[in-house]
């Protein structure tokens, strides 16, 4: 064993860190479900805790050692009850997609029927898609949007009654519009299912008080803990009074499902983060992160739209945006996405309702405002922004997306050789650098 730190045992990795923190430093990071944790969630990270094996629950160990990492699992999922208002919680799912397949194990048997929006209208791989295994051991009855964009209630209503599903998912990774829980809790209550809410985009909106909480309504609450909440990658597992009301072994069931049901140790580490980040966001500075997050989402829509560009239902209530691009073209998304990162703003490609293209050349982009705010950038920065974007956009006006396979690798080819001159991106460029050095990033971390 090497006692020396990173940089003299491994100066390859270590420069790959240091280069990713300066990309994180240079660049406007804007895909939504991305943020920014503080140093002492970084810190908790990087610690002796990844060291120990402590399958089981506090107090209920198969190991011994387990002291320290009781107390610390205590207080993360004291906190995590606290600032939801559930009355139980789980807070060792490795991230959410695990988390998700834990809520299958704990209520369903394979076969049985569940209802999600499906993938290309915004709705989640776990929540039912063809190729994920919820979908392959689960009977899919997806839902959609309507064509302007908003959740088709009628359709889920109509759906369930005749389908009579055994749960049935609210939550999306692409979806701009406060997500009507007390609608589908209607519905679920109806047929008698489950309702369970992926809130992993929204979680930290939620305790910030800008969107509304699921937790009246849903039996399951599921949210990762590095989006909005701002935490390290990791999920957690909420059963609410509404949930224990309909079955009191319900939180027994979510643990058992976790471990031994499909997980081994729990990442000590990653529970001390979540700990130190759920201690943040129970702060009044949280609470203005929320606020300012979203009041910042609103002012890029309106910069976009004021230039032309189109909004997936015309704006946003969340720190989303989804920008249709098919007035250019479709499929252009992955041009879109390509142009953007040339001037220093990371996105993300995105189906868009009724997409016309595929998810892999999908029509769209996605967006968002979580890790700038944490930057500290407020609405001036998004007005500029804003023209940034729509500016990069006239640089992909000139190009074509086909859909046919050999005739797509000669546009990309001609695309890619195309844009990398651009003069127009280079400037855009040089004017995100110089914002992103407005707003330091870890100013105490090295630099590369
Ligand atoms: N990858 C996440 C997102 O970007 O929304 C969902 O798993």
Known sequence: MTDSGIEQADPEVAQAILKELERQR???????????????????????????????????????????????????IERAKKLFGVPHANVQPYSGSPANFAVYTALCKPGDTIMGLNLTDGGHLTHGWKTSATGMFFNSVPYHVRADGYIDLDEVEELATRKRPRMIWVGATAYTREFPFKELARIADGVDAYLVADVSHIAGLIIAGVHASPVPYAHIVMTTTHKTLRGPRGALLLVTDKGLKRDPELADKIDKA??????????????????????????????????????????????????????????????????????????????????????????????????????????????????????????????????????????????????????????????RSGISQSSKLKEIRAETVELCRRFPLYPELPRA
């Open 258 to 415: 976790v471990f031994p049901g499909l997980q081994g140790g729990p990442h000590d580490n990653n529970t001390a983060a979540i700990a130190v980040a759920l201690q943040e966001a129970s702060t009044p500075a949280f609470k203005q992160y929320g606020e300012q997050t979203v009041k910042n989402s609103k002012a890029l829509a309106g910069s976009l739209m004021t230039r032309g560009l189109k909004l997936v239902t015309d704006g946003t209530d969340n720190h989303m945006i989804l920008v249709d691009l098919t007035p250019l073209g479709t499929g252009m998304g992955m041009y879109a996405q390509d142009a953007l990162e040339l001037a220093g703003i990371v996105v993300n490609k995105n189906t868009i309702p009724k997409e016309p293209a595929s998810p892999f050349y999908p029509s769209g982009i996605r967006l968002g405002t979580p890790a700038l705010t944490t930057r500290g950038m407020r609405e001036p920065e998004m007005e500029m922004i804003g023209a940034f974007i729509a500016s990069s956009m006239d640089e992909i006006r000139p190009y074509t997306m086909p859909m046919e396979k050999e005739a797509r690798r000669e546009a990309i080819k001609k695309f």
């Open 26 to 76: 240079n660049t406007l990071e804007m895909i939504p479900s991305e943020n920014f944790t503080s140093l002492a969630v970084l810190e908790a990270l990087g610690t002796v805790l990844t060291n120990k094996y402590s399958e089981g629950y506090p107090g209920k160990r198969y190991y011994g050692g387990n002291e320290f990492v009781d107390r610390i699992e205590t207080v993360a």
